[in-house]
């Protein structure tokens, strides 16, 4: 599907290969010839808002993106502990 606009009645008829093409590209979609809605990726909606993602929710995104992860080791200033 090339198209970036689709009415609602192909929205409903279509959903799988329309959520599949929004990856790609948003999708504006029309309610009688009137654009009403865009869908696209949560990760495309992500980056056009801003809002940063945890580890967990980026991990469990469905994409092809990789995900760049450098953990940080914590350091509190704590003394091992004397077991003797």
Avoid: C, W
């Avoid at 599949?20 to 654009?35: A, E, Q, V």
């Amino acid at each position: 599907m090339d198209k970036s606009t689709v009415s609602s009645r192909e929205l409903n008829q279509a959903l799988s290969r329309i959520k599949k093409s929004s990856l790609k590209t948003p999708i504006i979609i029309t309610d009688r010839g009137r654009p009403s809605h865009v869908m696209m990726s949560y990760a495309e909606y992500q980056r056009l808002t801003g809002k940063k993602t945890s580890i967990v929710e980026r991990l469990s995104l469905a994409t092809s993106e990789e995900v760049d992860f450098e953990p940080v080791t914590a350091r509190l200033g704590l003394k091992p502990a004397e077991l003797d």
